[in-house]
């Protein structure tokens, strides 16, 4: 009897240990850009640049996290927190990119992840979250040289060392379409009603040479798995947390789901893919050309080095396609103009993507264990005059988002945790601070933090290990 009172809610859960996390990055909360021997990053450069960031935004003082990090740290276990996934800013590191670490910017890092674990929250470190020293950008081009690939292998490697003793996961790299395609060219997104150009830093179009630094990308990826399973102990984890292209079938016959599949790894053709295969797809090469990377002998094995685990970010259907008699045997769909949307430009809604993405993880590649890295939303919040902030388009987001990923996880896909993006409201790029993607509300000018509704959301889904 016992047995068939709670058999119906179980069937609901996420499975045991299931990580309820949520996420940030360096330069969105950090601020603090000038202490301690800190570095500048192409972000410092490119947000001081007029006109490339909404309302002349920043991230110099952000959320004041490199001050306020014991006191996030403890409002993050109050909303029921297990994991959290922060980024370390490299050019804390090594200031000039490569070279003498500093020794300061590390001491940040081991205060934050010893107060996450005396929160009894697990600590995921991200190893580049786009911060990367101006240094290098001036000395080599950032990604335009494998050079770049081969001091972040470095920074990875020595970060591990002094980290690996308490993080136990590792991503390498966040969202390689991001930093590359919309850094090195920008990029037009498909919103239905018209197309949206987003651009990010170091904001150089660079043409044909965009292969080039998308090899060095993940090339950089293969070398710093290898460096940082050279220097951790046994059981610690790797691997990337890309955002991937995902293609959702519109209608659910075998025929439109292989489609889909056919779809999402063409579509990653320049990442996921040729990191977790070890080579490019015919498609990919035959489209590039003569203006194909250029592979060295060893890069194709470095870039395809095991991965532990794979981080996907997943906010938005990339397409909805449907099966093609012709080669490659898909067609994207075009989204109709009516289609809904959350508050960012390019974010359209699509919450099944939450299942088929994990799902073709496993599927395409077979990967054992996976972590949603980022979901989230920007919503327009404003404080309530009784002083609460009520963002139900958030929790109906995120519930939404849940229970497809729930179907995922009970139909056997491996997925081992969920991260909220974001913990509070930060530095969105080029949207600067008027975009909030919070769990909690930040006032910028006091830097008062204020849990939303959507934190109450996540507290009790967490508690329930399910979507509730
Ligand atoms: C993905 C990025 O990793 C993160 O930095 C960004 O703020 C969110 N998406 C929302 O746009």
């Known amino acids: 009897m016992a047995q068939s009172q ?32 800190r570095g500048a990053s192409i972000w410092d450069t490119y947000a001081h640049t007029i006109g490339k960031i909404k309302n002349g935004d920043t991230g110099d003082v952000a959320d004041d996290h490199y001050h306020r990090y014991a006191d996030d740290v403890k409002l993050m276990q109050s909303i029921g927190v297990t994991a959290y996934r922060f980024s370390v800013a490299w050019p804390r590191i090594f200031p000039n990119g490569t070279g003498t670490p500093n020794p300061q910017g590390l001491a940040f890092y081991d205060r934050l992840v010893d107060a996450q674990l005396s929160a009894g929250i697990e600590p995921f470190a991200t190893l580049y979250h786009w911060d990367l020293p101006q240094a290098l950008q ?25 980290l690996g003793d308490r993080v136990k996961h590792f991503f390498t790299m966040n969202e390689f379409y991001s930093f590359v395609d919309m850094g090195y060219q920008g990029i037009e997104i498909d919103v239905g ?32 798995i290898q460096a940082i399973r050279a220097v951790v102990k046994a059981g610690t984890k790797c691997g990337p947390a890309d955002n991937i292209n995902s293609a959702v079938p519109v209608v659910n016959t075998p025929e439109n789901i292989a489609a889909a599949q056919r779809a999402t790894r063409e579509l990653n053709a320049a990442y996921l893919t040729v990191m ?40 938005r259907p990339s397409v909805y396609v449907i099966p093609s008699a012709d080669a490659p045997g898909f067609k994207a769909i075009p989204f109709n103009a009516s289609h809904p949307h959350m508050l960012s430009s390019w974010h359209l809604l699509g919450p099944e993507v939450m299942y088929w993405a994990p799902r073709q993880v496993r599927s395409l590649w077979g990967a054992k264990e996976i972590y949603i890295t980022e979901s989230g939303c920007g919503a327009s919040d404003v404080i309530s005059p009784d002083g609460r902030v009520y963002d139900s388009d958030r929790i109906m987001y995120t519930r939404n988002n849940l229970v497809w990923l729930q179907r995922a996880t009970a139909e056997g896909v491996p997925v081992a945790g969920y991260f909220q993006w974001s913990f509070m409201d930060n530095f969105e790029w080029g949207d600067g601070y008027g975009n909030r993607f919070g769990l909690v509300y930040v006032d910028f000018s006091s830097q008062k933090r204020i849990p939303k509704l959507s934190a109450s959301y996540f507290k009790a889904a967490a508690a329930a290990n399910a979507p509730v």
Request: proline residues 5%.
């Open 276 to 315: 977790l295969e070890g080579a490019y797809t015919d498609a990919y090469l035959e489209a590039a050309g003569q203006d194909g990377p250029k592979v060295l002998d060893g890069d194709l094995k470095v870039i395809g080095t095991p991965v532990d685990f794979v981080g996907i970010n997943v906010y």
């Open 6 to 37: 709670s058999s119906p809610r179980s069937s609901h859960q996420m499975p045991d240990a299931f990580h309820w996390g949520v996420a940030t990055s360096s330069y969105q909360i950090e601020g603090a850009v000038n202490e301690d021997g």
């Open 193 to 224: 009603a018209q197309k949206v150009r987003v651009e990010l830093a170091p904001g150089l179009h660079v043409g044909p040479a965009i292969y080039q630094v998308r090899h060095n990308a993940v090339l950089a990826q293969g070398l710093a």
């Open 138 to 162: 001036d000395r080599y081009g950032g990604w335009q040289s494998r050079d770049t690939a081969k001091a972040f292998a470095e920074y990875a490697g020595y970060v591990a060392s002094k």
